[in-house]
Structures are given as structure tokens and as C-alpha cells.
């Protein structure tokens, strides 16, 4: 049993883990204490996910095709609506709270529902109330109050980062209390140390936990363990002597006045064992993105404005370079490491050389990225350093281009170093990030639009840009002193726990919503004159939405059109027809379904974004452009009106003269052309371009991984310059997963991004087209790449490992499941072909778990029974979250191996890892099926054909059970089902 358990709760940030709990983890395990961490923060993410926190409250319709914020916020708006007790906590209005709804958070973890909440006599009823609180349904549904308290610690840390999750850490403290009254809580985390004071003014909270520890915790946890697990135990005179610690006797709280700061050389790498890594959003293909920190504080330590170090601000330990590299290299050993974040406030000069060198020196590849200050100290030498080590990007505080506003903050920048150090950086081949914050004190309107001026005259060199107005935060040299800057503080005395306080401006310095203003046209500006990158298109919404784009013509340059993967229905929803004319009627007002089997909740991903966007009023008009000699040829022309009259209702002529065909797609005009009949249009568009069209000659091509280039970027920008597009927002897709470009191609998007910069004035703001080298140079992580994929030819297989895990440090991209064909050449059948891709991939890196779970459907397809389970077995040795594998195994076990309830386990594995896994219920029910559980049987096949599943055995199956129930109406729909899909398959071969 564990002595410490560490818990982060709910709302939080979905990307990757945050650093304070497995760096508390790692110190107390390496001083002998027991530790373990929980991350509830992700399940409550995923309960929600799968509609289970919103209850009844939402209906099929509202959930489908939304993100788990927004399906939140369409719960919580109706609670605003209903006049609850907790009502007038909810904002009415999200646009008009510019201070309280950050992140369009409109929940019960929203800062605005927060600070009024914590402040009024409501919360107890509300961490108490089993129908309102999702985060007490969650925990109790979970059981999570009843698993902390088994486990039996010492001590439960409940780790409060943000604001946002203050009340489901309250509530969690609350059900603790109830389930297990003898265990001891412990809050802390940056909103623990932020409000401490408040918290100590809440004498009323004594029985919701014991302790607060603020600051740095690694000292003070384990001196309060030793305490609570010594003689006396948890008497109030033993606890004086423990740093950092507010406790209480029952009535009243007390702060220990002896505080302590960590000697960094004296701490262990963080240790991420027991969360739930391959949950995060950074997570891809098996790869997980992890934080570390290589110093605490900042060097510089004195911008007055400062949210990352409140005061009373911690001072400035650096770890040593060889025991920062050493724990790095702790981490790519122990995990499979996709990305690090430095989560340092920001990274000296002096120690991004240092630790560049010796992971240079070590050979140890990772992929890395920072925060840094502008600072004069970086050269040229240091970007190409790090560039070299797997630095892939550093986010610099640019804030402002007017010096006299960064000086009246202290900030420290000068706009000369600025415009040298993004330049420098940008040519080692490190993306640049810059922060921007618009309405800094003092900052007058011309002040403001020098800084979106700057951006523009630089944006060639800015890959990634932030868009921030000026908040004023409690413990920062403003927030002390408003009216020394010309702030006229407009705050809530009432709201202790407030995190955004309203001012006004004094003077001629912009207001906030002038600020937001200038923001907004930054943003829009930004748009128009740059490439955003993207990995799939459900990225590239994303983007569209980020920029509020509404109303636009897009001119899609794609092989495949991706308008008819996005449902308007489920496929289970046709099925439900009960006649003939009734599906006739249900077809002809709904073309649009859903024709893979997974369900439209989870359809936002490659192949599915124009139909949203249109949906949304993003596009109204859409121009899908083919390949060049697309709509000359009979057999491709035919393709592709078979396409689109499988999408539409709507006629489809051909235009005379271009020979362009026009239609309507969900009521939007719709053009299919090549750029050579491309219409002109006279407003702006959307310009978007699949990667996969420079390498697919046609829209029938078989996407063989054999594939060469039929046309070059630097062509292609040419030519699209020519057009006089007016591009809104250009977005460039790489599609590499799914095997729709071949990996080894992928540097063709970032040759593509930079030609489009350099060669399409009208479309991106520049002066005009230059004339530039014919060749580029390949980027280092694609170099290193061809260099693997050269030394399997040539059977040096270490030499060409060596190469892949350089590729793999310095791009994680070159990390992905397709980094060979063999998805590929399985999907089309060509199983031997895909067995030598899966061992060319495995001979160059041995941990390729989806290479092994790949081998393994090929010796199932084959029948190899004990060869699959192997190669299953040793996949989930090295990615137990691999659901693919769980699935394969179970197969193995069913069909093959006679162990079906070996079997069941595993498909009720794959389904925890996926519920959306439909043949995973379809097999699960095979199983029952056998065993004469009927009803058992005929509810898994129903959620099989609920989530997609379309088959001949399903309905077949299906069919014989409503027979034998004698429901011969849907039985005889099931079996007429069966028959037509299974004529639709001897079709389509």
C-alpha cells in the first residue's frame, strides 16, 4: 500500500501530464516513501465523452459531432436556464463575460462559476448534491472515494493546479470525509499556494481536509509523512516543524512559519508510472508526451505582470546540464518517448547550450521544446545546437514590439534582439512560438498595432502565435500596486477567491475591449499570411474555427473528396427503417450517412471536416480540385460522378466549355475542377491542400505506398500563385496517417508550406514571387529517415536503426504506425507485402508494437493460431493500450485456441480502451451466442450494428435470434439486411 497518494482532479488540461505529481512521485520514491498518482482528470474527460455525466440531460442529437467542452457547455447553459440554486453561478451569456469564461469554458469548472461559488453559501449544498455536481456523479459512479480509501494511505495529495478544478477537489475532500473520515488530505498546487491566505479564512473547511501545502512540496510531503508515521501521529505540536504547511486543529488554521526550496541537484527525474499515458491528446501512435523542468524560478525574475511566478516569487536554481541530460535520458529509456516539454518558465541561454551539448555528445535522441525569454545571449550557434540535439520549438514572451511598454513592465525586451533572435532560430530550423498580450498597462492604441505591424513584417519566421489580452492576476506587482500603473481596479471584494479582476485603463492607454479588438485583427492578419501545418484535417477545422472564419468559399486541392465520411446520421439509424418506402423516404432526405463503422461522435478526423464547416457556416461555397487530367478521363470522371451522386440528391452536370461538373452537397454549391479550370473568384477563400494530391495522379489510384510525385511544391506554388487566389487562411493537411501520403514524403508539406510563403503574394500579403533554388534541403529528421530506409536496403540494420531513432528524436511524426506500408498492403490484401514491411519495420526498431500486432492479423488471416497470439502477446508487452492488439488476441483465443473466456476479457479490454470498438461487441456476443445466453447475445449485436457494424453475419446472427423470439417482422428486416450486404460485398470484388 502505497504511503502517499497523489490525485488530480478534474478540469484540467487534456494535452499531457502535468508535472507536479510525478515529480512529487519520483522524490518521495526515491527516499524510501511509497507513492502513487491518480489522474482523474482524464477518466471524468472520458465519462463525458461517452455522454455518461450528462445523465438524460442530452439527448442523441446534441451529442452527436461534439467535443466533449462543447457538450458540457450545451448541459451546463441549460442549467443556467432552469433557475436552479446554482443558476446564477452559470454565466447567462459567454460572450459577455470577458473575464470569467476563459478557454469558452461555460461548466461548473469555469473561473466564473468558481469564484462565485467558493464565496457563497451554496457550496455545501453543492458538493453534496448527487443530481448537480458532476463531479461527485463521477466520483461515485467511479467509486472513487471507496478505491483511495482501500488502498490505505497515509496521506491523499490533492494536486490544484488551476482554478478550474478547485470544486471538484472540494467535493472530492467532502466524499473522502463521508467514505473514509479517518484519512488524511493534504491540497496543494499553484491554487493552493495562490489563495492561501483565503483558504486560511475558511474555518469551515477544517472538515474538508487537513493540510495545505504551498510552494514546493517534494520537502514538506515527506516531512509530513514521517510525521503522520510517527509516534503521536498527527498531534498539531508535531507539525510545526514541517515547511511550506498550513494545518489545523479543528477550528482554526495555522501556518508554519519555516519554508524550503528544493535543491534541484538533489532531485530524481519525475516518475509518470500509474497515469494513464496513452489517454493524453499528445499521445500518438504509442508515443507519449512528457514534462520535465531543468530549473525552478527565471533568471530574469522581475516582469511585474507575471501569472507562471506569483509573489512571493521563488528564486533561480538551475540544474547541472549532466544531471538535467541524465534525467532526460531516465525518461526516453523508461518510456515511449514521443515529445518532452521543459515546462521551465523559461530556459537561459547559458543552459540550452549546456544541455545540447552533452545530448549531443550522449546521442540521445528526443524531441524537444521550451520557453524562453527574447534574450540578447541567444546566437545562431545555440539554435543550431539545439537544433541538432531535437529542439523543435521554442516559445518565446514577445508580448509587445513597443520597448517603452515592455519597459514600464520591466519585461526587458528590445525589439532590435527580438527581430534577430526569431530570425535566428527560424533559420536553424526551430519553429518559433510567440506569445503576444495586447492592453499591457500603459499601452496605447498605436502602441498595439505596432505589434500586429511587427507580425506581419515577420511572419515568415513565426511558425506558431498566441493571442493574449492583459489580465490582471492576484500576487503580481500590479495586482499590489494597480493605480501606480493606471489601473483603476473595478473588483468584486465580495469574490475572495477571484482570478480575473476587471479594470479600466487611465489616460490614453487602450481599454480591454479595445485590446480585445486589436487581438482580434492580430489574429486575422496572422490568417491571411500564414501556412498552418496540420497533421489530419480534423486540425484544420480546428484552425478555421480558432479564427471565428465564417461564410468563405473553399478551394479544397485533394485526390479524395472528403465530404461523404461525415454523417448526418449513424448507419444503425437506416436500419431502423421499417419498410422499404420508409428507408427510400429516410435515403432521399438524408444522403449523407455514415458509412464506416465508427460512429459519428467519433468522426472528426481525417476525411470528415468540409461537411461540419458548412454546417456551421465556416464554408458556403466548396471547389473540390482534382489532379490535373482528372475530369479528361472517362474512367476517372466516372468515379467521381459515382461519388457525388452517392453523396447528393442534387443533379450533377458537366459545365461546357471547362468541363468542371457542378452540384450541390448539403445545400452548398459545389464545383469539382482542376487548378487549370479553377473559377476566379473575386472575394476571399479558403485555401486547403491535402498533401496526398502532389502524390495521387488520380482519384481512382489505388494509393500503392510505391507512389513518386507527379507534381513538386515548387511547381505547384507557382501555379497557384498565377490564380490570384485571396487566401482568408491557407491550411496544409499531411495525411500520413492512414497511409494517404507516404511517410518518407512528409517533408514535401513543410517544402510546400515554405515555397507557398514565398511564391503566392495575392493569397499570403507578400510583394511577390522570387526567384528561389530549385532544391531544397531535406529537413534533419527526413534526412535521417531516408538514411534508415537506405541502410535496410543495403542490410545494414544498425547503422539504419541508428538513423530511424535520430528521425524519430527529431520529429515524432517519423514515429507513427505507418513509418512502413504495411497498414497499407494490409488493408489492400497484399499480405505479403505487409509481412516484409512489418519486419523491415521491426529490424530497425524492435519496440515497434503496431509492426508486431500487424504480424499478428496477417498469421490470424492465415490461420497461424499460436503465431498471432505471439506476436499479439509481445505487442502488448510493449503497448498494453494497444486496443488493435487486445482485439487480435481475443480473436486468437476465440477462434482458434478454444478459450472464450480468455477471449470475452480481452474484448471487454479493447472496448475499455475503445467503446466504440463495434466488432469487439460483435464477437462478445458470438460468445454469449455459444454459451446460450441469448439476451445477452442479441444486446451485444445490437450495439455492434448501433455503432456501424454492417455485415452479413451480424444481420444473419441477428436475424436467427428475433426468430427465435418469434419477432419475425425484424427478424425477416435482419435477414433481408444480410443478404443485401452480403451481394454488396460479392459487388464491390
Known sequence: MPDVLLVIPPDYGYDFPPLGTPALAGFLKSRGVGASQLDLNIAY????????????????????????????????????????????????????????????????????????????????????????????????????????????????????????????????????RREAPGLRVALGGQWASLYAER??????????????????????????????????????????????????????????????????????????????????????????TLTCETARGCYWNRCDYCVDLPLPKPSYRAKSADLAVRDIKALASKYRLGQLLVSNATMSPRQMREISERLVREDIAVSWWAMARLDDGFTREI???????????????????????????????RLEVTRRVIQDCHGAGIQVGLQTMFGLPGETLEEGLDTVQFIAENHRFIDHLAFNTYFLTPKCAIHGDPARWGLDVQGDDSLPFKFYTEFRQAGGAVSPSQAKGIRRLCATMWARRSVFLAEDHNEVLDIWRKFELSGLTLVHLDAHIDFGWVPEKDLSQILEARTSAELDELLASRPLWNPVATPKERLVDIGNFICPAMREGIVDRFCWVVPDGTLSSRKERGHVLRVLRGLTKAPVRRQVGTGNLLTELAGKETVVCTLDSLPRFAGPVLLDIDLDYLLTRGVTDDLSPDREPWIEPRALAERLSGLGLKAECTTLSYSVTGGFTPLRFRHLGDELRDRLLEAVPAALGGAGPRRQPDARPLPPAARHYGEALAGLARGEIAAASASLRKAVGLDPAYGTAYNNPGPVFEAMGRWDEAEKAYRDALALDPGHAFALCGLGNIRRERRDWAGAE??????????????????????????????????????????????????????????????????EALSSFKEARRLGLDTPELHWRLGRLLLGRRRYGKAGRELYRAARTALAAVIRR
Not at 78 to 83: H, N, S, V
Not at 153 to 170: H, K, M, N, R, T
Not at 395 to 412: I, L, M, T
Open 870 to 935: 505471439g506476436h499479439y502477446r509481445r505487442a502488448l508487452e510493449l503497448l498494453p493500450s494497444l486496443a488493435e492488439a487486445h482485439f487480435g488476441l481475443g480473436s486468437v483465443l476465440f477462434h482458434g485456441l478454444g478459450k472464450p473466456g480468455e477471449a470475452a476479457a480481452e474484448f471487454r479490454e479493447t472496448l475499455g480502451l475503445d467503446p466504440y470498438a463495434a466488432a469487439a461487441h460483435f464477437k462478445l456476443g458470438l460468445i454469449a451466442m455459444r454459451e446460450g445466453r441469448g439476451r
Open 199 to 288: 483558504i486560511m479564512e475558511r474555518p469551515d473547511w477544517t472538515g474538508l481536509f487537513d493540510f495545505v501545502v504551498t510552494g514546493e512540496g517534494e520537502t514538506p510531503l515527506l516531512r509530513l509523512v514521517e510525521v503522520l508515521g510517527s509516534r503521536g501521529g498527527a498531534a498539531a505540536g508535531s507539525m510545526r516543524g514541517v515547511p511550506n504547511l498550513i494545518h489545523h486543529d479543528g477550528k482554526a488554521w495555522t501556518r508554519n512559519p519555516l519554508t524550503s526550496e528544493e535543491d534541484l541537484d538533489l532531485l530524481p527525474a519525475p516518475d509518470f508510472d500509474g497515469l494513464p499515458l496513452s489517454s493524453y491528446a499528445g499521445c500518438a501512435d504509442g508515443r507519449v
Open 45 to 176: 474527460r472520458d465519462s463525458w465523452a461517452q455522454g455518461a455525466e450528462a445523465g438524460g440531460g442530452l439527448g442523441a442529437g446534441d451529442r452527436a459531432g461534439r467535443s466533449v467542452r462543447e457538450r458540457m457547455n450545451l448541459w451546463f447553459d441549460a442549467k443556467a436556464a432552469e433557475g436552479l440554486y446554482y443558476s446564477r453561478h452559470l454565466p447567462q451569456n459567454a460572450g459577455e463575460y470577458q473575464y470569467g469564461v476563459p478557454y469558452d469554458n461555460r461548466t461548473d469548472s469555469s473561473f466564473y462559476f468558481t469564484e462565485r461559488l467558493l464565496s457563497d453559501g451554496s457550496l455545501s449544498r453543492y458538493l453534496e448534491d448527487e443530481d448537480e455536481n458532476t463531479f461527485l456523479r463521477f466520483c461515485l459512479h467511479d467509486r472513487t472515494a471507496r478505491r483511495l480509501a482501500a488502498d490505505g494511505p497515509a496521506l491523499v495529495g490533492v494536486s490544484v493546479i488551476s482554478p478550474s478544478q478547485a470544486v471538484a477537489a472540494l467535493t472530492l475532500c467532502r466524499l473522502l
Open 383 to 413: 539554435f543550431a545546437l539545439a537544433r541538432e540535439a531535437g529542439c523543435r520549438q521554442i516559445n518565446f514572451g514577445f508580448e509587445s514590439a513597443s520597448d517603452r511598454v515592455c519597459d514600464s513592465v520591466r519585461k526587458g525586451n
